[in-house]
């Protein structure tokens, strides 16, 4: 894994030093070497993580056989030997061992259509000197990162918005319609907060020459959904048993020490399982625990680890801990990120990175296999009996005290219309669409594209395809990238491998949700390996106590960040209601935590850029 920069301008806009700047700022994606390629029309930098073929041949910009094309590339290919011995085959000679050549003479021989072959997580940009022309190209789910800045016929992009943020041709003006998703939904999946940095989409490429920039998608999600779906539970079993081992066992190639984050949940056990199934040697495992116990698994991780004879790894995390590292955030993230358990992440990449150069996580099995309870709310919202009761329940639920009811109140109060992004913002905790434009005094729903689908979807699938387009690639796998990758750490995701996925994509939503058992066939395929009773227990998320921590040890943040100077200063949201929200806490409204939390984010953010 590396950090990518680089930039490309027919009007000489950028310079050599220029370049250096931006590739200092992502020193920490790779410790390990630095390089540069510059002619005036095209800059190249590189920060390079030694994972494969750890010689100095195989560093970063590199040069194709031919000398027509230069390349930067951060990620892994899984399939590189495979793809290397297809090119041998036809006369393709290698100087190295790497993946990075492989990516490059693949594209030499067969253009932008060699990208649908890759099987990996990667971001990468090919500049051809003799067309004159640069692609940038992102992996299928948006695993790894890829930035830009356009204007006219220049571009420049980086792996992160710190290094585009050192041009002075970037403007800082923010974007109202990020603003407004971020309170809606604790991430922005919008481009950026700045508007004037893009994110590449998912599953795409972009093409730029003197004429103009032009984005192509070379794998759609919504075309991967068949008519016909995966019902028969036997067959299912053993197809996904083997998808999970295929996966795993293609992502365990590295030259460098591999181990897994265990949590002791289904999707890191799973992850594993599989890993020391198809692992020689005993592999490593790393687990997060917190001082209280409704929010401390490391016990059930252990457990796990001590049936699978791992070699474990554990921590347990103090406030004062995490105190430490939430001055860091908004230095890690560049905008706001209001997902706490970024903070655990942190601590488990710092804990793995002492042991290992490369972690397999669990990401992507609450997604594809039906884990989160939004989904049983998108099935009970949809039912026609319960809307005619929705306007007498919900100020029922309203005056309930525990949180359960005030959630089910504001569920029953949702609009109709962008129901997955509403039904997941009062999951969370975040702030209503009202809410959000009576903070910002302005209405900017966020809406998801609508897709066309081969077959029609239920509830739970169409609210899982939400999380599979948003919530995954703009929260879940910025967190991991992020919080890893500032350890020096590369982590791979094995559930979110493109075949695996489009094979959950077609399973029967009746095998994922079944008998009121969440992921239920992912759990059969465990179950096999591990013993059930290690499981026995109520769904916990990867949390931190950030109510508790917020009125304690944390509370410090309340008073810095959301104090009414402070916030009447930045003027991004409506300083009195955010006054009346920090005085209903500080009195005892626990419930509203997560909405302190992102007011107290967006102003570290502010304090720092604004």
């Not at 220029?18 to 800059?43: I, N, S, V, Y």
């Not at 495979?82 to 100087?95: A, N, Q, T």
């Not at 190209?137 to 943020?165: M, N, V």
């Not at 465990?526 to 990867?542: I, N, S």
Request: glycine share 6%; proline share 4%; charged share 20%.
């Amino acid at each position: 894994m590396c950090g990518i920069t680089g930039f490309f301008s027919f009007q000489q806009p950028f310079s050599e030093n220029q370049l250096k700047q931006m590739t200092g700022k992502l020193a920490h994606r790779g410790p390990d070497a630095e390089g540069f390629f510059f002619d005036g029309l095209c800059g190249l930098g590189h920060r390079r993580l030694s994972i494969i073929d750890l010689s100095s041949n195989a560093n970063q910009p590199m040069t194709s056989a031919n000398g027509q094309f230069m390349c930067v590339f951060n990620g892994e290919i899984y399939n590189f030997k495979e793809i290397r011995s297809d090119l041998e085959k036809e006369g393709v000679v290698f100087k190295t061992q790497s993946d990075t050549e492989v990516l490059l003479e693949n594209f030499v021989k067969n253009g932008v259509e060699s990208f649908e072959k890759l099987n990996g997580i990667f971001a990468f940009a090919i500049y051809d000197k003799l067309k004159e022309q640069l692609i940038i190209c992102r992996d299928r789910l948006g695993i790894k990162p890829l930035y830009y800045f356009h204007q006219g016929t220049a571009l420049a992009f980086a792996s992160e918005i710190k290094a585009l943020l050192t041009l002075p041709q970037v403007s800082k003006t923010i974007s109202k319609t990020a603003l407004a998703d971020f309170l809606h939904l604790g991430y922005i999946p919008s481009d950026s907060i700045f508007s004037d940095i893009k994110k590449l989409p998912a599953a795409c490429y972009a093409v730029l020459n003197e004429n103009n920039l032009k984005i192509n998608t070379y794998w759609q999600m919504a075309e991967k959904i068949t008519a016909n779906v995966i019902a028969n539970e036997t067959q299912a079993l053993a197809e996904l048993d083997v998808q999970l081992r295929r996966s795993v066992d293609l992502q365990m190639v590295a030259d460098v020490p591999l181990g897994v984050f265990l949590s002791g949940g289904i999707d890191s056990s799973v992850v594993a399982t599989m890993a020391s199934q198809v692992s020689a040697t005993q592999i490593k495992t790393f687990s997060i625990g917190f001082e209280e116990e409704k929010f401390n698994e490391a016990p059930f991780a252990k457990a796990v680890a001590g049936h699978l004879q791992t070699d474990h790894h554990e921590l347990i995390v103090t406030a004062k801990q995490a105190q430490n590292l939430v001055i860091e955030l908004i230095d890690v993230f560049d905008e706001p990120f209001a997902d706490s358990s970024a903070i655990p992440t942190m601590l488990v990449s710092a804990l793995a990175r002492k042991h290992v150069a490369v972690a397999l996580s669990g990401d992507g099995g609450d997604e594809l296999f039906f884990g989160y309870g939004s989904y049983n709310w998108a099935t009970r919202l949809q039912k026609p009996l319960l809307k005619k009761l929705y306007p007498i329940m919900a100020p029922l639920m309203a005056f309930g005290k525990k949180d359960s009811f005030r959630k089910a109140a504001n569920m029953f109060r949702l609009p109709e219309s962008n129901l997955t992004s509403h039904i997941f913002s009062q999951e969370q905790g975040f702030f209503s669409q009202q809410e959000v434009n009576n903070l910002l005094n302005q209405t900017s729903p966020f809406h998801p594209e609508s897709e066309v689908f081969n077959r029609s979807l239920s509830a739970m699938e169409k609210q899982a395809f939400f999380d599979l387009n948003y919530y995954l690639p703009e929260d879940l796998l910025v967190k991991v990238d992020r919080a890893s990758m500032r350890y020096g750490l590369e982590v791979r995701v094995p559930l979110l491998d493109h075949d695996l996925v489009t094979w959950a994509l077609n399973l029967s939503p009746d095998l994922k949700y079944k008998q009121g058992i969440r992921k239920y066939l992912l759990k059969k395929v465990l179950y096999q390996y591990v013993p059930e009773k290690l499981f026995d227990r109520p769904k916990r998320g990867f949390a931190i106590p950030l109510a508790k921590w917020l009125t304690t040890d944390l509370k410090f943040l309340i008073d810095e960040f959301l104090d009414e100077k402070l916030v009447r200063q930045a003027g991004l949201v409506n300083s009195e209601r955010v006054e009346r929200l920090k005085n209903q806490f500080l009195k005892g409204g626990n419930f509203i935590y997560n909405k302190i939390w992102i007011l107290i984010v967006l102003h570290q953010f502010a304090k720092k850029h604004l």
